[in-house]
């Protein structure tokens, strides 16, 4: 082949140099290759296939017998492992160049041909390995090094170590998270060895000490880099009977031996830096320490920070059994620390104050600190370690995957989240491992030369494209592992369960009964039940419950009606079954379980809906989602919900299913108090309205379905009452009118009994039984009452109001409003019924005085017998009729004159009386404040009790749990009469001055 065409062919394999790899190729001894594909095929394969090359070149001209190397390159495996070192690391290569020699440690079959066994070192046999390399007996109780060159010694077998190490990485013959264990146990040896050297320079009369290493960090959790500094703490004792200070000063002696033994540069370079910041006191404090000291430090003075670097406490060199008894000796307090006071904020703060430290021009190329980093995960799983391991001991793992599986397989965190962090952590370990590799550098910063990025997405198997599959792979995992870091992270169950003691934590049936009372349970043993029903077991829904339930109880019980509380949270559960997404939501998402347990223990209202629909649920997850939805949007959703079916019935009961959902959202936002009043009001107005207008769209298709032709007439819904004010309550009818018009030619008579019959096939509709709220649909208010047809034509309503119309059905008329149906046709009623609400003279004396008799009237006929009228929202009083009929009267006496009281709303017509000084501005704001008040009140009572009613209750749980929905702290139902009564008092005798003057 010419060197042309061998040129070309590199450069198709992935040489970016083709012509240097040709010649490089064709020199002798590689040369006796040039026939082997294997060679090419395995140096495309590598990271840099040129470096690869390159370095190959060079240890073959170091080796003292190239013709063995060069042979030895005909075995794949051992070829695979060699190439791929020498294309991804430099530093590695410049190892193999000073030790040629070293080559043959990736060798997979011996001189005679036998396959050796390939598994990850184990801990002993680096240690053994390490120790053999300064000339320590192993097998000592305390080795001492003999050889004379230890320390370059130490190096040089540290890096034949890391050679096999990264050949198995590099080809994929170990998982990241055996480098990076074997990592961390290759330093364990080597801190051994590096005391052995300590121990060789100590004078010969230094008192005899225990010394045991305790690596912290990613070396205790067995996560370590390729070049990363080794965290340590040092505790030494005294032999029995010994000098304590003596014995200290020896240990501190080999401390300081240790770490220059593997910090301190020789010819054969420097290991990495053994860091004793984590110590007590950090470097202001003594570099050794004696067991008790430790301890002592840890009880009285150590931050909640230093608590969270000993989840990773580890022994690995020196007296292990002096490590084991440090550990032992310090392992309760650490899970402990989660009682501190504002443990989840102090570490969350920390997190915080990590990220601010990044310089903000390389946050976003930050592997380990920026956002979506290493860093994210293992405080995320740190945090949740240490808040839920106090209880389970399950959790108890220095290793961050270890730990993440844990918390996954015993509920603490969803297994979709935890496999989607597990394959972040890999991945971004892996191109960690692949970064420092290549220089043995400590780095944690993404390259911005395209060189290095090209070298480090091949280094991890991306071929076609290196450069933006790694790009893209990278930020796809750092979104990911920022999206759960923030969702874990900040869960706000973290908190409540620090708070917790860890018996009430750990839910133990004593811990739970003693708990139950201290909360203020009335029925104990009834709440255990349920705890039990919901926790026992071994299922992953029963160990989630076992995270959630000790810190609901708490929520359920600042409520007014925990009992309550805990029975619907079973009902709920219970119905929820094995609903995958439940219980995950609860855990992990913001608010949920705290809005979910205050609702239940606060409105039987709401419970009875969800019980009805429980996966509305899902709508606690955001409080955007309890806002009341537009008309707008509501109306097109159940539009096309209610076209898809035939059957009428079947069509309304779909509209009538997202009233129920609505009403579920609209309540569910009302007791959390992220809705007023008169959002409520409007967004229940709006549920009602979206109904009705369904349900005629329904009766209208049937009728013409039925008939095969167009309806004869033209009909309108007009909302009356507090439905046309857009006041509505949970429990109020729909109060309505209905119009209709004959088309041209139509027979009035087909017409008017076909407007009838649409108007009977919508009230029979919503009025299916169901175990949806009811919506009623009352058309008292029409013409006649109940003795009139419930159906007439716009000329009819004309007549009517010309001839027989009375001043209290004028006053019903300021709250019409078209609803539903042709809204040309309900723009003509408006127009019929605009001179009779509002007058053109206004109210005679006569018809003044009408009023107040038919009010009188009502108060006396509808106000509940035996009930005190000052605690009667509706008609007691400055209640709700007082200020609306005094608003009324001031609408039908100007109306006519002052347009912007032609509103059907009552606190639109307070505003306006007062901006024309119909009322004076204080007037308006009392009668508006005891209006809300009384609105608030009886809708409360509502939500509180799930039946409706016009009193404040004389029961004192109910009065209670209206009070704390109300805002009114536990113990407050007497501020919340006497703020009522106040408040309507003060309006009463505004209505004195207005409505009786």
């Given at each position: 082949?010419?060197?042309?065409?061998?040129?070309?062919?590199?450069?198709?394999?992935?040489?970016?140099?083709?012509?240097?790899?040709?010649?490089?190729?064709?020199?002798?001894?590689?040369?006796a290759?040039?026939?082997?594909?294997?060679?090419?095929?395995?140096?495309?394969?590598?990271?840099?296939?040129?470096?690869?090359?390159?370095?190959?070149t060079?240890?073959?001209?170091?080796?003292?017998?190239?013709?063995?190397?060069?042979?030895?390159?005909?075995?794949d495996?051992?070829?695979?492992g060699?190439?791929?070192?020498?294309?991804?690391?430099?530093?590695?290569?410049?190892?193999?160049?000073?030790?040629?020699?070293?080559?043959?440690?990736?060798?997979?079959?011996?001189?005679?041909?036998?396959?050796?066994?390939?598994?990850?070192?184990?801990?002993?046999?680096?240690?053994?390995?390490?120790?053999?390399?300064?000339?320590?007996?192993?097998?000592?109780?305390?080795?001492?090094?003999?050889?004379?060159?230890?320390?370059?010694?130490?190096?040089?077998?540290?890096?034949?170590?890391?050679?096999?190490?990264?050949?198995?990485?590099?080809t994929?013959?170990?998982?990241?998270?055996?480098?990076?264990?074997?990592?961390?146990?290759?330093?364990?040896?080597?801190?051994?060895?590096?005391?052995?050297?300590?121990?060789?320079?100590?004078?010969?009369?230094?008192?005899?000490?225990?010394?045991a290493?305790?690596?912290m960090?990613?070396?205790?959790?067995?996560?370590?880099?390729?070049a990363?500094?080794?965290?340590?703490?040092?505790?030494?004792?005294?032999?029995?009977?010994g000098?304590?200070?003596?014995?200290?000063?020896?240990?501190?002696?080999?401390?300081?031996?240790?770490?220059?033994?593997?910090?301190?540069?020789?010819?054969?370079?420097?290991?990495?830096?053994?860091?004793?910041?984590?110590?007590?006191?950090?470097?202001?404090?003594?570099?050794?320490?004696?067991?008790?000291?430790?301890?002592?430090?840890?009880?009285?003075?150590?931050?909640?920070?230093?608590?969270?670097?000993?989840?990773?406490?580890?022994?690995?060199?020196?007296?292990?059994?002096?490590?084991k008894?440090y550990v032992?000796?310090?392992?309760?307090?650490?899970?402990?620390?989660?009682?501190?006071?504002?443990?989840?904020?102090d570490?969350?703060?920390?997190?915080?104050?990590?990220?601010?430290?990044?310089?903000?021009?390389?946050?976003?190329?930050?592997?380990?600190?920026?956002p979506g980093?290493?860093?994210?995960?293992?405080?995320?799983?740190?945090?949740?370690?240490?808040?839920?391991?106090r209880?389970?001991?399950?959790?108890?793992?220095?290793?961050?995957?270890?730990a993440?599986?844990?918390?996954?397989?015993?509920?603490?965190?969803?297994?979709?989240?935890?496999?989607?962090?597990?394959?972040?952590?890999?991945?971004?370990?892996?191109?960690e491992?692949?970064?420092?590799?290549?220089?043995?550098?400590?780095?944690?910063?993404?390259?911005?030369?395209?060189?290095?990025?090209?070298?480090?997405?091949?280094?991890?198997?991306?071929?076609?494209?290196?450069?933006?599959?790694?790009?893209?792979?990278?930020?796809?995992?750092?979104?990911?592992?920022?999206?759960?870091?923030?969702?874990?992270?900040?869960?706000?169950?973290?908190?409540?369960?620090?708070?917790?003691?860890?018996?009430?934590?750990?839910?133990?049936?004593?811990?739970?009964?003693?708990?139950l009372?201290a909360?203020?349970y009335?029925?104990?043993?009834?709440?255990?039940?349920?705890?039990?029903?919901?926790?026992?077991g071994?299922?992953?829904?029963?160990?989630?419950?076992?995270?959630?339930?000790?810190?609901?109880?708490?929520?359920?019980?600042d409520?007014?009606?925990?009992?309550?509380?805990?029975?619907?949270?079973?009902?709920?559960?219970?119905?929820?079954?094995?609903t995958?997404?439940?219980?995950?939501?609860?855990?992990?998402?913001?608010?949920v379980?705290?809005?979910?347990?205050?609702?239940?223990?606060?409105?039987?209202?709401?419970?009875?809906?969800?019980?009805?629909?429980?996966?509305?649920?899902?709508?606690?997850?955001?409080?955007?989602?309890?806002?009341?939805?537009?008309?707008?949007?509501?109306?097109?959703?159940?539009?096309?919900?209610?076209?898809?079916h035939?059957?009428?019935?079947?069509?309304?009961?779909?509209?009538?299913?997202?009233?129920?959902?609505?009403?579920?959202?609209?309540?569910?936002?009302?007791?959390?108090?992220?809705?007023?009043?008169?959002?409520?009001?409007?967004?229940?107005?709006?549920?009602?309205?979206?109904?009705?207008?369904?349900?005629?769209?329904?009766?209208?298709?049937?009728?013409?379905?039925?008939?095969?032709?167009?309806?004869?007439?033209?009909?309108?819904?007009?909302?009356?009452?507090?439905?046309?004010?857009?006041?509505?309550?949970?429990?109020?009818?729909?109060?309505?009118?209905?119009?209709?018009?004959?088309?041209?030619?139509?027979?009035?008579?087909?017409?008017?009994?076909?407007?009838?019959?649409?108007?009977?096939?919508?009230?029979?509709?919503?009025?299916?039984?169901?175990?949806?709220?009811?919506?009623?649909?009352?058309?008292?208010?029409?013409?006649?009452?109940?003795?009139?047809?419930?159906?007439?034509?716009?000329?009819?309503?004309?007549?009517?109001?010309?001839?027989?119309?009375?001043?209290?059905?004028?006053?019903?008329?300021?709250?019409?409003?078209?609803?539903?149906?042709?809204?040309?046709?309900?723009?003509?009623?408006?127009?019929?019924?605009?001179?009779?609400?509002?007058p053109?003279?206004?109210?005679?004396?006569?018809?003044?005085?009408?009023?107040?008799?038919?009010?009188?009237?009502?108060?006396?006929?509808?106000?509940?017998?035996?009930?005190?009228?000052?605690?009667?929202?509706?008609?007691?009083?400055?209640?709700?009729?007082?200020?609306?009929?005094?608003?009324?009267?001031?609408?039908?006496?100007h109306?006519?004159?002052?347009?912007?009281?032609?509103?059907?709303?009552?606190?639109?017509?307070?505003?306006?009386?007062?901006?024309?000084?119909?009322?004076?501005?204080?007037?308006?704001?009392?009668?508006?404040?005891?209006?809300?008040?009384?609105?608030?009140?009886?809708?409360?009572?509502?939500?509180?009790?799930?039946?409706?009613?016009?009193?404040?209750?004389?029961?004192?749980?109910?009065?209670?749990?209206?009070?704390?929905?109300?805002?009114?702290?536990?113990?407050?139902?007497?501020?919340?009469?006497?703020?009522?009564?106040?408040?309507?008092?003060?309006?009463?005798?505004?209505?004195?001055?207005?409505?009786?003057?």
């Open positions: 082949m010419s060197r042309g065409s061998e040129s070309a062919r590199l450069a198709r394999v992935g040489f970016t140099e083709p012509d240097r790899a040709a010649e490089q190729l064709a020199t002798p001894p590689l040369a290759l040039s026939g082997d594909d294997g060679l090419l095929t395995a140096l495309a394969a590598t990271a840099d296939p040129d470096a690869a090359l390159h370095n190959l060079r240890l073959v001209g170091a080796s003292a017998d190239p013709d063995r190397l060069v042979a030895a390159l005909r075995d495996e051992m070829r695979e060699l190439l791929h070192v020498l294309g991804a690391s430099d530093a590695l290569a410049d190892h193999l160049v000073r030790h040629p020699e070293h080559w043959q440690l990736l060798r997979r079959r011996d001189d005679h041909g036998e396959q050796r066994a390939h598994s990850r070192a184990t801990a002993a046999g680096l240690r053994t390995e390490m120790l053999r390399a300064v000339g320590a007996d192993a097998s000592a109780a305390e080795p001492v090094a003999t050889a004379a060159d230890a320390p370059d010694a130490l190096r040089v077998a540290y890096r034949g170590a890391l050679l096999r190490l990264a050949a198995g990485d590099l994929a013959a170990v998982d990241v998270s055996d480098v990076a264990a074997e990592l961390a146990d290759l330093a364990g040896g080597t801190l051994d060895a590096a005391l052995a050297i300590a121990r060789a320079g100590l004078p010969a009369d230094a008192a005899p000490c225990r010394l290493v305790i690596a960090g990613k070396c205790g959790g067995q996560e370590l880099n390729y990363s500094d080794v965290d340590v703490v040092f505790v030494a004792e005294a032999h029995p009977g000098d304590d200070a003596a014995a200290l000063r020896t240990a501190n002696a080999l401390a300081v031996g240790l770490m220059r033994a593997c910090s301190a540069t020789t010819a054969e370079g420097t290991i990495w830096p053994v860091d004793a910041a984590l110590r007590p006191e950090g470097k202001a404090g003594p570099l050794v320490r004696t067991l008790a000291s430790h301890v002592a430090y840890y009880e009285r003075w150590a931050h909640t920070w230093e608590f969270q670097a000993l989840l990773k406490a580890r022994p690995v060199a020196g007296d292990l059994a002096l490590g008894d032992e000796a310090l392992s309760p307090l650490v899970w402990r620390a989660a009682e501190r006071d504002d443990f989840v904020a570490v969350q703060t920390m997190r915080r104050r990590v990220e601010s430290t990044l310089p903000s021009d390389a946050s976003h190329r930050q592997l380990k600190l920026g980093g290493l860093r994210d995960v293992e405080f995320a799983v740190q945090l949740l370690q240490l808040v839920h391991g209880s389970d001991d399950t959790l108890r793992s220095p290793n961050t995957l270890a993440l599986e844990a918390l996954s397989t015993y509920g603490y965190v969803g297994r979709d989240d935890a496999a989607e962090l597990d394959r972040a952590y890999r991945f971004l370990r892996t191109v491992h692949r970064l420092q590799l290549a220089r043995l550098q400590r780095t944690h910063m993404m390259p911005d030369d395209p060189a290095e990025l090209r070298r480090l997405g091949r280094s991890i198997g991306m071929r076609t494209n290196p450069i933006q599959e790694l790009e893209d792979e990278w930020r796809r995992h750092a979104r990911e592992v920022r999206r759960l870091h923030e969702k874990l992270f900040y869960r706000p169950l973290l908190a409540s369960v620090a708070r917790l003691g860890p018996a009430e934590a750990r839910l133990t049936p004593e811990a739970a009964q003693s708990r009372e909360l203020g009335l029925d104990p043993p009834g709440a255990l039940r349920h705890l039990e029903a919901l926790t026992t071994v299922s992953r829904r029963a160990a989630i419950q076992r995270t959630l339930l000790p810190v609901m109880l708490g929520w359920f019980a409520a007014p009606d925990p009992d309550g509380g805990l029975l619907a949270f079973r009902r709920i559960s219970e119905a929820m079954g094995t995958p997404w439940y219980l995950r939501l609860l855990r992990d998402e913001g608010a379980a705290s809005h979910l347990a205050h609702l239940l223990a606060s409105s039987r209202y709401a419970v009875e809906l969800l019980e009805q629909a429980p996966d509305a649920v899902r709508m606690l997850a955001d409080d955007a989602e309890l806002r009341p939805r537009s008309r707008v949007a509501l109306q097109s959703e159940v539009r096309s919900s209610t076209e898809r035939e059957d009428p019935e079947a069509a309304v009961a779909v509209a009538r299913g997202v009233r129920r959902r609505e009403l579920f959202r609209i309540a569910a936002g009302d007791v959390l108090g992220l809705s007023g009043v008169e959002e409520v009001e409007q967004g229940l107005t709006d549920v009602a309205s979206v109904t009705v207008s369904a349900a005629l769209e329904v009766a209208i298709r049937q009728a013409e379905r039925a008939s095969g032709q167009p309806l004869p007439t033209r009909l309108a819904v007009i909302a009356m009452g507090r439905f046309g004010g857009h006041e509505l309550g949970y429990a109020s009818d729909a109060d309505v009118l209905f119009v209709h018009d004959p088309a041209e030619a139509a027979d009035e008579r087909a017409a008017s009994e076909a407007a009838h019959a649409v108007v009977q096939e919508l009230r029979r509709l919503l009025s299916v039984p169901s175990p949806d709220p009811p919506l009623v649909v009352d058309a008292d208010l029409r013409p006649e009452g109940r003795q009139g047809p419930l159906v007439r034509t716009l000329a009819s309503y004309q007549a009517y109001y010309e001839r027989w119309s009375l001043v209290w059905e004028a006053q019903a008329l300021l709250r019409a409003e078209p609803l539903a149906g042709d809204a040309e046709l309900g723009a003509r009623f408006l127009d019929l019924i605009d001179p009779i609400r509002y053109a003279t206004g109210l005679d004396d006569s018809s003044v005085r009408e009023i107040r008799r038919v009010k009188a009237r009502v108060e006396a006929e509808r106000l509940p017998r035996g009930t005190d009228p000052a605690r009667n929202t509706k008609l007691g009083p400055g209640g709700l009729a007082d200020v609306e009929w005094t608003v009324q009267l001031l609408q039908l006496q109306g006519a004159q002052v347009p912007d009281l032609r509103t059907t709303g009552t606190l639109s017509a307070l505003a306006a009386a007062a901006q024309h000084r119909l009322l004076e501005p204080e007037q308006a704001e009392t009668l508006a404040h005891a209006w809300r008040m009384a609105s608030r009140v009886r809708n409360a009572g509502l939500l509180v009790r799930g039946r409706p009613g016009d009193n404040l209750p004389s029961d004192l749980r109910e009065l209670s749990g209206i009070a704390r929905l109300l805002g009114y702290p536990p113990g407050a139902a007497g501020a919340l009469v006497d703020d009522y009564r106040r408040a309507t008092r003060r309006a009463r005798t505004v209505v004195d001055e207005v409505f009786y003057r």
